[in-house]
């Protein structure tokens, strides 16, 4: 089973992805601080992170290259309300795997999930 980790200050963005994957038969984990949620990608080493880009304390654009630093095959997508080009290029420039803008729309994020796991071989 693959496991994901969803970083997102918002409780209801984390409550809507984690309903929406586990019933897919994923392991989900979800985290609104994003130090916190640093530490359990650390501890967890998940398959996957959907990471938002702001939140308070720490951005997802300083959480990406520190996930990157300690384990470069943990694929990591941004969600972000901030959907800009200069955002999506500057996330894939830190080896996201992909970048989806909020609102968004639950099957795309699936489908990103899974080609992005399916690039991992799970």
Not at 17 to 26: A, I, N
Not at 58 to 80: C, H, Q, T, W, Y
Not at 82 to 110: Q, R
């Amino acid at each position: 089973m693959a496991k994901i980790i969803v970083i997102d200050d918002e409780v209801e963005i984390c409550n809507i992805l984690k309903s929406f994957f586990e019933p897919r038969g994923y392991i989900v984990k979800t985290e609104t601080d994003p130090v916190k949620g640093l530490e359990l990608v650390k501890s967890e080493r998940p398959d996957c992170v959907l990471l938002d880009i702001k939140m308070p304390k720490m951005n997802g654009m300083e959480v990406l290259p520190a996930i990157r630093s300690f384990d470069k095959n943990i694929e990591v997508i941004i969600i972000s309300a901030f959907g800009t080009v200069e955002n999506a290029m500057k996330s894939l420039s830190l080896d996201a795997f992909d970048c989806i803008t909020k609102p968004f729309d639950l099957n795309i994020v699936g489908n990103v999930v899974r080609r992005c796991l399916e690039a991992k071989g799970k």
